[in-house]
């Protein structure tokens, strides 16, 4: 009897998210990542998180932190009570100068549905009011902890001033990309430039849309062999 391979165990355990795609770097050709019509530096940088787990996850308490600690640039976002069922994914976006389409929640509710203009994804803005509250391009790591403070994962590029907690159950140290975000294939996948992933479309970011897979590619039709 053929055994079932087991699935892949995350990177981060039950109940936590795990976050699959960041754009730290907006770049300057397709970067309207909120898609609202306007390229922003700083509002159109994003995390997407997604439950990578065969049960349902509350997102309630969790914090979204950059490297600054306790000063006034500091990139901060926690989320409000939200049921995450698996498979699903939440983008948050910076937000600054954003206008918006469809349904968005913020730190302090969750938005009444899926946006259906981001593949179905919980949509959130932190409503950040000033462009230096942002990451840094060449260096910084964006942070993701639990209701408790206990660091749950860490993204980090660069060699930033601060340096990121130890204890993380998961870190990525990644390149510096400054023409597309970096992102996921799998939940047990590392961090690659998205515009390497969309192979076809030479796409620069897809919030909402965890996972990504390369385009098929399309077999050569084959003669068949005559009879002898």
Known sequence: MAQTAEPATPLVPFPHPL?????YAVPTSGGDANKDGTRNATGDEFIEITNPHAQAINLAGYR??????????????????????????????????????????????????????????????????????AFANTADFVLLENALGVPVQVVVWGKPDQAPPTEAFHTDTISVFEYASVQRTTATGPMVAHNRIELAERTKCSPGVAFPKPPETVEPATTPAESP
């Not at 976050?19 to 754009?23: H, K």
């Not at 994914?89 to 969750?110: E, I, K, M, S």
């Open 19 to 23: 976050i699959t795609e960041v754009l």
């Open 64 to 133: 979204l932190l950059d490297r600054h600690r306790g000063e006034d640039g500091r990139f901060s976002f926690t989320f409000p009570d939200l049921m995450l069922e698996p498979g699903q994914t939440a983008v948050v976006f910076n937000g600054l100068d954003a206008t918006w389409t469809g349904p968005v929640g913020d730190t302090h509710r969750a938005p009444p549905g899926p946006n259906a203009l981001f593949e179905g994804a919980f949509i959130f803005t932190a409503d950040v009011r000033s462009k230096f509250q």
